[in-house]
């Protein structure tokens, strides 16, 4: 069964980093691109990045760019979201999702909580 | 990459359908055919619900159907049951490689 499981968050204060993770289980993580999508509280949904199977294509969104950069270990299975010079609106639950060759998000993980606050 | 326009709530009662819109432009929506759908209950991850434009992944109930017309798609829910109230987002693959979703719906079912 396929299982992603997000890691990393917490209480940042602005202007900090923050690395998140994202480990995958019970399908081939290499053979899969891979999303981060985020969702502040009471709010929707934004697609924030994906990263190829291989590693060597990365896109994201304009609002993010510069800022975020997505990245993948495939010998162990981890997805990581590094997030730079924290804002209080990057407060949200963070989200990844496996691609699918349909450019559908296939399967989500269960999400960590960010919460930029001084 | 503005996020694609959805109609913040529909409701019907148990039985009926409703349907819910999503709107873009020629370089999202309109200009590709990998629209999809999701369903996310309160405090819950979202889950796939259809897949270019039309398609059900395995275990998703029939009941869920998807179409699109130029710039917009819409999914469908026919004969409604109290599950079904979620929040339902629309994503759409764009030309700059990139995703977008849809401002989210509210579903309730009276």
């Known amino acids: 069964q396929v299982q992603l499981v997000e890691s990393g968050g917490g209480v940042v204060q602005p202007g900090r980093s923050l690395r998140l993770s994202c480990t995958g289980s019970g399908f081939s993580f290499r053979s899969f691109g891979m999303h981060w999508v985020r969702q502040p509280p009471g709010k929707g949904l934004e697609w924030l990045a994906v990263i190829s199977a291989a590693g060597n294509k990365k896109y994201y969104a304009d609002s993010v760019k510069g800022r975020f950069t997505i990245s993948r270990d495939n010998a162990k299975n981890t997805l990581f979201l590094q997030v730079n010079s924290l804002r209080g609106e990057d407060t949200a639950v963070y989200y990844c999702?496996?691609?699918?060759?349909?450019?559908?998000?296939?399967?989500w993980g269960q999400g960590t909580l960010v919460t930029v606050s001084s | 990459q503005s996020a694609l326009t959805q109609p913040a709530s529909v409701s019907g009662s148990p039985g009926q359908s409703i349907t819910i819109s999503c709107t873009g432009t020629s370089t999202d929506v309109g200009g590709y055919n990998h629209v999809s759908w999701y369903q996310q209950h309160p405090g819950k991850a979202p889950k796939l619900l259809i897949f270019d434009v039309s398609d059900r992944p395995s275990g998703i109930s029939d009941r869920f159907s998807g179409s699109k017309s130029g710039n917009t798609a819409s999914l469908t829910i026919s004969g409604l049951q109290a599950e079904d109230e979620a929040d339902y987002y629309c994503s759409s693959y764009t030309t700059s490689s990139t995703r977008v979703f849809g401002t989210g719906t509210k579903v309730t079912v009276l």
């Open positions: 999702a496996k691609d699918s060759e349909t450019a559908a998000a296939s399967w």
